[in-house]
C-alpha cells in the first residue's frame, strides 16, 4: 500500500474484550484492567459485556506499547479508537503524544460517543471534551444527521437531502462545526455520511423514499457524498459509498425484504458475507457517479481553501450566502487564490443562477447540463470571474 501511496489506518478496538473471566487480563490481575460495581459485575458501558479500565497504569501501557508496536514493525499510519469515549482523556493524551515521538504524522480519530458510567462526564474522551483532545479527531454525528438523515436502533429520520429543513445545522458543518461542538481546530473534525454501522446510505435512502425512482435515489446519494467531502475538516467515505453500495439483500419470496434482511442491513457485524460482500458489478453501472465523486475528491485535495487549517482562516475565507430554514438550499462562497461558488440544492426545484455568465462550472452533478440553472438534488461548484 505505501509503495501504491496509500496510508494504513488500523481500527483498534480497547474499549471492551470478548473473554472476561477466562481472558488474560482477568487471569493476570483479576478485576484490575476492568471497570467493576461494587458488587463485582463488570461494568458494561459499551453493551457488549464489559469496558476496560484506560485510566489504570498497565492497561494504559498495554495500550500505547501495543499501538507503539503496530507503527514500529508494521509502520501503520494512523488508529481508529472504537467506542472512544470509553477511555479516558489522559489516556488519549498520552496515546497522541507517544505517536507524535514516532511520526506527528500519524492519525488518531475515534467515535466519540458518550457511554458508560465509569468516568467522570469531564474525564471521557467524547466528543464533547474534543477541547482538552488535541489533535485527535471525531466522527461528526451531528453533520452526518444533518445532511442524511439517520437510523439508530431502527429509529429512522430524514435529513437535508431528504427536505428536512436542516439548513442551519449544514451551514455550520460547512465552516467546520465549530459551533456544533468543542473542536480546536478543524482537523479534529471527521466529517462522513457513511460507515460501517447502521444503515449504508443508499439502504437509508431507500427506506425513506420507497417509491422513489433509482435515479432520484442515486442523485440523493451523490448530493451528501458531495456534502460531505466539500465541508471543512477531515473527509471519511465507506468502500462503495460511490456507487451505491448496498447491504439490504432480499431474501424473502418473491425478491421481499424481511424483516431479518432489515436487521442484517443496520447491523451486519455478524451477518452473512452475501451481505458485507462488495458487489463490483455496481461500479459498472455507476460510473457517472464515481466519475463525479472523483472529480469532487480531487477538488478537495487540490484546493487549500477546501481544508483550512484553522478556524481564524474559515471565518475569513468561506461565507455562507444563503442557508434559509425549509428553502433546500445552501449556498456559500470560498475566497482563495480565486474565487469559488458552492451551491447544495435539495429544494424540489431547478435552482436559476444570478449572473450565470461570471461563472464557470467546475464539478457539478446536473444530469442536463444549462448554463443559467442547477437540478434538484445537486451540489455544483463554480468558479467566479473577473
Partial sequence: YHEAGISVVM?????????TEHGPFQNTVPDYYYRMEPDGRFQNGTGVGNETASEHEM????????????????????????????????????????????DPRILL??????????????????????????????????????????EVYGSIKRGFVSRKSTENIVARAVLGSAELGHYLSPNQVLNYVEAHDNYNLYDLLQTLHPNEEVAGLVKRSELATAMN?????????????????????????????????????????????????????????????????????????????????????????????SATDCSGLLIFELTGDKKYLVIFNASGLPYYLQNSDKLKLMVGNSRHKRPFYVENLTASVFEVLD
Fill in 109 to 150: 480519530y475515534g467515535e466519540g460517543w458518550d457511554m458508560g458510567t465509569g468516568l467522570a462526564p469531564e474525564d471521557k474522551a467524547k466528543k464533547d471534551n474534543a477541547a482538552q483532545l488535541p489533535r485527535i479527531g471525531f466522527f461528526n454525528d451531528t453533520e452526518r444527521d444533518a445532511i442524511k438523515g439517520a
Fill in 59 to 102: 492497561y494504559r501501557k498495554y495500550m500505547i506499547d501495543s499501538l507503539t508496536y503496530w507503527v514500529k514493525e508494521y509502520q501503520i499510519d494512523g488508529f481508529r479508537f472504537d467506542l472512544m469515549g470509553i477511555h479516558d482523556v489522559r489516556t488519549m493524551n498520552a496515546i497522541r503524544e507517544a505517536m507524535d515521538a514516532l
Fill in 11 to 19: 481500527d483498534v478496538v480497547y474499549n471492551h474484550i470478548y473473554s
Fill in 229 to 321: 467531502l466539500l465541508f471543512q475538516g477531515m473527509t471519511f467515505m465507506q468502500l462503495g459509498q460511490e456507487f451505491m453500495r448496498t447491504k439490504l439483500v432480499a431474501t424473502g419470496p418473491d425478491g421481499e425484504i424481511t424483516p431479518l434482511d432489515r436487521e442484517r442491513a443496520m447491523n451486519s457485524y455478524n451477518a452473512p458475507d452475501f451481505v458485507n460482500q462488495v458487489n463490483w458489478d455496481l461500479v459498472s453501472q455507476n460510473k457517472e457517479s464515481i466519475a463525479y465523486i472523483r472529480s469532487l475528491i480531487n477538488l478537495k485535495t487540490s484546493l487549500p481553501v477546501l481544508g483550512l487549517e484553522s478556524y481564524d482562516k474559515i471565518y475569513q475565507q468561506v461565507f455562507i450566502q
